[in-house]
């Protein structure tokens, strides 16, 4: 046979692989590619694939499928490039991202998106800069000529663009060379300048090598002898890093900040100069492994119980609750589980709803179980959550504390997650889609993972309490706190009689004012509670009554004094305060409503003594503010916290004896059939910051309304008669838990489309699900925001009996016909399930 033959033959034989692609793009269908030969080998489920998308575009995917069929509507595009060697995601998370779309009604795409930190979704809108840790000679690497050359340009910038990169070696398709470098540990990709990675440095000093020889030191220190701080400086040195033990340790060298913190600065300076030390830099890694020394928990008796009916329920059920009042030890249980699960191999996922709550957490986890812990959280730059992931795929990180986005982590062998706070309504992302709620993605996560929820809360869900009483989860009951702490007393201040007798001071009612003060003589600390930022929630015109409103939403504007600015909170606009009512030229404007930043205000005036410091959105945007004000309040810088919900969990202080709640009227009359529970919720977790340790503790609740049988519960802490009444107003009204709602919200610009719309819609679903089961449409409360009309129409499905799929494919279906219609086109329509 001939050389020919043998190479037509071989063709013959040879397969065409195509491959179904997610791409993190908004759009229902999968993306088939074709698969060049030399790439075939490469080809498995759950590795980055690059492939062209549209014209222009350049897009990271996920294979989802290998097969053999090509498309037969289009012409399949080939691959770019692989870019991974194994897996970044894997089967069972595949699945459950398919579950993800399906359940909460969105794509694939979407779901991807969120799923997958931009440090892994290499696009032609990546940017590129060297890798901090990264030194060409250092590196067991080969560079080729262009690696080298693209390493030495990025040298010189502090970044650059895919097309920048493309431009300048003159190459179109500069995957391969920079897939290449990120293995190499070269570079790093990111997706917006905005998160550019700040390597941490540090200056370091070491003894130059020439004095490790025999004797050199000898002759330095005779030429010092006059020279007593410079000695000192050296000998200082020597002490810490023993060189005479083994010269290699003088390579690290010690901090200059520690050799600088007693010693003369200008005996450094000196020694430096003239060579004897040197200084250099290192770069360290956001996650040091340190060397802390690991400390196993000790359960009490009444915890140790606690924790083996967990496991006893366990066996049975794949959920159960622990209902414990705050204080009781619960975070104390989750250790001794995670310790349990650690030890039998598998991998945990310690939920939060807020990252509020992990600094104090991560300080308990990280001293027991040291470098097995990743924290993931949303403050992180990208590129500390791909070390995260990363970290996860390689078996770094057997642990994960994280908040809702953490279930995306590629997990491939977990045991437990652990909910902590289940009833948080963070733990559902509203915008943009997937609208999930990670409780109950990780409550599904046990089918695929077979493995365990613990969800925990001193004030439960209705639902998860709901499910925990029908037995379908385990329920464990902890009602006493560790130690000799007990729950705080309460004391109710009637602000109707406060006012009446002309005893209120500002905002505040005279029992919370002599409270406080009390706390000051004491020197403990308070917490006072008030869930609205800025100064108030709107200004109006005391001549006209007018109250300037957000121009794009239907939302009166928040006054914030600090900046003196308007500002909406929906869309963010802003405008500088009016000197003068802008309808009737009036100077008398009035703040109504009250604040974070009004109270934080007032006490300044009315304890001037005191030391206050606000903690809300506006007070932690920045990236370490939350830690430095926890850590302020702990070393006891700050007397009065004044914060909004933020201040209403997870911390745990040993001083603070007293809380103090505002607007605890208004909480309750809010317009939502979960204003009751919410804010039973809420007054029970910041109550529970109050007398954590040996003394007891103290809550003033600010109420117009003191006699109204809730704040009866919340002060006998009695959460089960607050669930039976409550329960019963659920059933009676179809609410959940007894039906399953899905909100649809439609949106377009004109108001009079929006309405027809939503019209139209809500006729076509009750055609087909029965106007029982379709509410509206309504407007909403805010009915505009970012200059879109809204319209909502409430669908209301009995549990249990109802073929879910089916009435999401109605849904769908109806919405598509709308959106088909010429004139309504315009429009947009959103599906939420279980959108509270
Ligand atoms: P919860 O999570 O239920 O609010 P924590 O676990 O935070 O309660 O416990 C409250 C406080 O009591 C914490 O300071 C915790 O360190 C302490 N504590 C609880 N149980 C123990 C224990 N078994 N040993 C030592 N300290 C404990
Ligand atoms: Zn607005
Ligand atoms: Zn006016």
Redesign the pocket.
Same mark, same amino acid.
């Given at each position: 046979m001939s050389q020919l033959e043998l190479n037509s033959n071989a063709e013959e034989a040879r397969h065409t692989y195509f491959v179904d692609v997610i791409l993190p793009v908004p759009i229902p269908k999968m993306f088939t590619y074709r698969c060049p030969f030399d790439l075939e080998d490469f080809l498995q489920i759950g590795v980055r694939v690059i492939v062209q998308f549209g014209h222009r575009k350049v897009l990271t995917g996920i294979i989802s499928k290998v097969h053999e069929r090509p498309p037969e509507k289009y012409e399949a595009k080939y691959i770019l490039d692989v870019l991974d060697q194994s897996p970044v995601v894997f089967p069972q998370q595949l699945k459950m991202f398919q579950w993800i779309a399906e359940y909460y009604m969105c794509t694939l795409g979407e779901v991807l998106n969120v799923a997958l930190p931009s440090g892994l979704k290499l696009s032609s809108e990546s940017h590129v800069q060297i890798h901090p840790d990264f030194d060409m000679y250092e590196s067991v690497y080969d560079f080729s000529g262009k690696e080298e050359l693209l390493i030495e340009i990025l040298n010189k910038n502090e970044s650059l663009s895919y097309s920048d990169i493309s431009k300048t070696l003159q190459q179109k398709n500069i995957f391969s060379i920079l897939k290449s470098l990120v293995q190499k540990d070269a570079i790093i990709i990111y997706e917006e300048i905005r998160e550019k990675y700040k390597p941490k440095k540090e200056k370091r000093i070491r003894l130059n090598s020439e004095y490790l020889k025999e004797g050199a030191l000898e002759t330095v220190f005779e030429s010092l002898s006059k020279k007593p701080k410079q000695e000192e400086v050296l000998l200082f040195y020597l002490q810490q890093v023993p060189i005479y033990k083994q010269t290699k340790l003088n390579e690290q060298g010690i901090p200059k900040s520690l050799l600088a913190a007693d010693l003369s600065t200008s005996a450094i300076k000196t020694l430096t100069k003239n060579g004897v030390l040197e200084e250099f830099e290192i770069t360290i890694s956001r996650f040091p492994d340190d060397d802390q020394e690991t400390k196993p928990?000790?359960? %009490?008796e009444i915890?140790e119980n606690a924790k083996s009916d967990i496991i006893e329920n366990f066996k049975t059920k794949d959920t159960v609750l622990l209902h +414990?009042i %705050? +204080?009781?030890?619960? %975070?104390?249980i989750y250790i001794s589980l995670i310790e349990d699960a650690l030890a039998g191999g598998s991998q945990v996922l310690y939920l939060l709803p807020e990252i509020a709550l992990t600094t104090q957490i991560v300080t308990r986890l990280k001293k027991v179980f040291g470098n097995k812990l990743g924290v993931y959280h949303s403050k992180f730059s990208d590129n500390e959550r791909v070390e995260v992931w990363n970290g996860v795929l390689s078996g770094r990180y057997q642990l994960v504390l994280g908040v809702r986005s953490s279930i995306f982590l590629p997990f491939d062998n977990l045991g437990l997650i652990l909910v902590d706070e289940e009833h948080e309504s963070s733990y559902k992302q509203y915008d943009p889609a997937p609208r999930y709620n990670a409780r109950d993605v990780a409550l599904y996560m046990t089918s695929i993972h077979h493995c365990k929820v613990l969800l925990g809360s001193a004030t439960p869900s209705l639902e998860s309490f709901y499910q925990a009483k029908s037995e379908k989860y385990g329920l464990i009951t902890l009602s006493k706190r560790? +130690?000799n702490a007990t729950l705080p007393d309460f004391i109710v201040a009637d602000m109707i009689k406060e006012a009446n007798k002309k005893l209120l001071k500002g905002e505040f009612s005279s029992v919370l004012l002599k409270e406080l003060q009390t706390s000051l003589d004491n020197d403990e600390q308070a917490i006072i509670f008030q869930n609205r930022r800025g100064y108030s929630p709107y200004i109006s015109c005391q001549q006209c009554s007018h109250i300037p409103k957000c121009t794009n939403c239907a939302v009166s504007l928040t006054y914030h004094q600090f900046k003196k600015e308007l500002i909406c909170h929906y869309c963010g606009y802003k405008e500088k305060m009016p000197n003068a009512c802008e309808a009737c030229g009036s100077t008398s404007l009035q703040t109504i409503g009250i604040g974070t930043e009004k109270l934080e205000e007032e006490i300044v005036l009315l304890l001037p003594d005191s030391k206050v410091q606000r903690m809300d959105l506006d007070t932690t945007r920045s990236k370490n503010s939350y830690e430095r004000i926890l850590k302020d309040f702990e070393n006891k810088d700050i007397d009065i916290l004044v914060g909004t919900q933020m201040v209403s969990k997870g911390l745990?202080f040993d001083h603070v004896n007293l809380v103090g709640i505002f607007d605890i009227d208004r909480m309750l009359h809010f317009p939502d059939f979960r204003s009751y529970e919410r804010t039973f919720q809420l007054a029970t977790q910041v109550s529970g910051r109050s007398g954590?340790r040996e003394k007891k503790g103290k809550v003033v609740i600010q109420s117009k309304a003191p006699d109204l049988v809730i704040i009866k519960d919340i002060i006998e802490n009695n959460f089960t008669a607050f669930y039976e009444r409550e329960i019963n107003e659920r059933e009676i009204h179809r609410f959940p838990p007894f039906t399953r709602l899905i909100s649809v919200m439609i949106k377009n610009k004109d108001v009079q489309l929006a309405r027809r719309a939503a019209q139209r819609l809500s006729n076509l679903l009750i055609e087909q699900l029965g106007s029982q089961r379709v509410l509206g449409p309504q407007e909403p409360v805010i009915n505009r925001i970012r200059n879109e009309y809204l319209m909502e129409l409430l669908i209301k499905l009995e549990r249990g009996t109802i073929d879910l799929k089916k009435v999401k494919s109605i849904l769908q279906s109806a919405a598509n016909e709308i959106l088909e219609e010429k004139d309504l086109k315009s429009s947009r329509i959103i599906f939420d399930i279980d959108p509270y």
């Open positions: 928990v000790h359960l %009490t915890q +414990g %705050t +204080g009781s030890g619960k %975070t104390e560790y +130690g745990d954590r």
